[in-house]
């Protein structure tokens, strides 16, 4: 393996609570439909409104960018609270793979202007040879798009990569773009639907990541 693409949501950081919590405060301050707290859970992956376009089925568009702008608004707020930290292990999987040659990337849904300053603060801002997000690409998850324009950047074929992800979009990403994927149970899915979706390996432990190098 030349190449690890990893998502960053529930896969490298901790971020199911402050979303969840975030999704269902801008749903009560707009006085939408609150949507429960697995059905929030299962949008992670995704961006931002076609998440919220999810758990409110036939809300006008106009309606959907003010639950973005006010989701953002009110997770910025939040995270000063409750800083988004990485999972235990996640910084030591990143250096035991670098030290072992690999090159490292990252395949987020998220908005570059959100991602990069998330990045900074967990310390890992200098981490990455490639970070991709759902602003730079013209499909998101679960099209390959993202994969595709990190292999193109880093010149390696995707029989030298592998994908690493939470959710179900994660792992059919990866098998769009002809890369191996490995699902993690850490985060927002469980076993059965990573499996479900094609997942080549699935990790209980950074540990297991780590021996699919």
Avoid: H
């Avoid at 960018?65 to 939040?78: I, P, Q």
């Avoid at 959710?167 to 899915?189: I, K, Q």
């Amino acid at each position: 393996m030349r190449l690890a693409i990893f998502d960053f949501d529930g896969t490298l950081a901790d971020t199911r609570l402050n979303i969840v919590l975030t999704m269902r405060e801008t749903m009560r301050e707009l006085r939408l439909p609150v949507a429960d707290e697995a059905a929030c859970a299962a949008t992670i992956g995704l961006r931002l409104k076609d998440g919220f376009a999810r758990l409110l089925p036939g809300v006008a568009d106009e309606t959907l960018d003010r639950c973005v702008s006010t989701y953002r608004r009110l997770f910025d707020e939040r995270k000063r609270t409750m800083p988004p930290k990485p999972f235990p292990g996640a910084v030591e999987l990143l250096d035991a793979l670098r030290g072992r040659g690999a090159l490292l990337a990252i395949a987020s849904s998220r908005s570059s202007f959100t991602l990069a300053p998330m990045l900074r603060d967990m310390g890992l801002a200098g981490a990455f040879d490639a970070v991709v997000c759902g602003d730079d690409v013209e499909r998101p998850k679960p099209a390959p798009d993202a994969v595709l324009a990190i292999l193109r950047r880093l010149d390696v074929p995707p029989s030298a990569a592998l994908v690493v992800g939470d959710m179900p979009v994660d792992v059919a990403m990866g098998r769009a773009a002809g890369v191996r994927t490995c699902g993690v149970l850490w985060g927002n899915a469980t076993r059965e639907q990573l499996a479900a979706a094609g997942a080549d390996a699935i990790a209980a432990t950074m540990d297991d990541i780590l021996a699919l190098a």
